[in-house]
Nanobody
Framework: QVPLVESGGGLVQAGGSLRLSCVASGRTLSDYIMGWFRQAPGKEREFVGNISPSGSPTNYADSVKGRFTISRDNAKNTVYLQMNSLKPEDTAVYYC?????????WGQGTQVTVSS
């Protein structure tokens, strides 16, 4: 088990920014790829981006490339998702996950709502 807790979600106007955090407890994450995913109402969960254990490279979905940035602070066992230029279509529950022989460990999610 890898307990993950996301925070930082909320309501923001289109064009605004939010920074999500994902903290792990009980296990060091510095050796693992970390990812962010999101799920909008009525839609499948989709990949947002991931980050290698060292912090580079990162990969992003085309829909967020250039607007979202993933970073990590291994000393704090924390991964971040900086979201800029938010759009209403970014509205979703955002989840962080750890890649251990698959995306097998997930947080509970944090709601992001972007108003137009």
């Amino acid at each position: 088990q890898v307990p993950l807790v996301e925070s930082g979600g909320g309501l923001v106007q289109a064009g605004g920014s939010l920074r999500l955090s994902c903290v792990a407890s009980g296990r060091t994450l510095s050796d693992y790829i970390m990812g962010w995913f999101r799920q909008a109402p009525g839609k499948e969960r989709e990949f947002v981006g991931n980050i290698s254990p060292s912090g580079s490279p990162t990969n992003y979905a085309d829909s967020v490339k250039g607007r979202f940035t993933i970073s990590r602070d291994n000393a704090k066992n924390t991964v971040y998702l900086q979201m800029n230029s938010l759009k209403p279509e970014d509205t979703a529950v955002y989840y962080c996950a750890v890649y251990m022989m698959g995306w097998n460990f997930w947080g509970q999610g944090t709601q992001v709502t972007v108003s137009s």
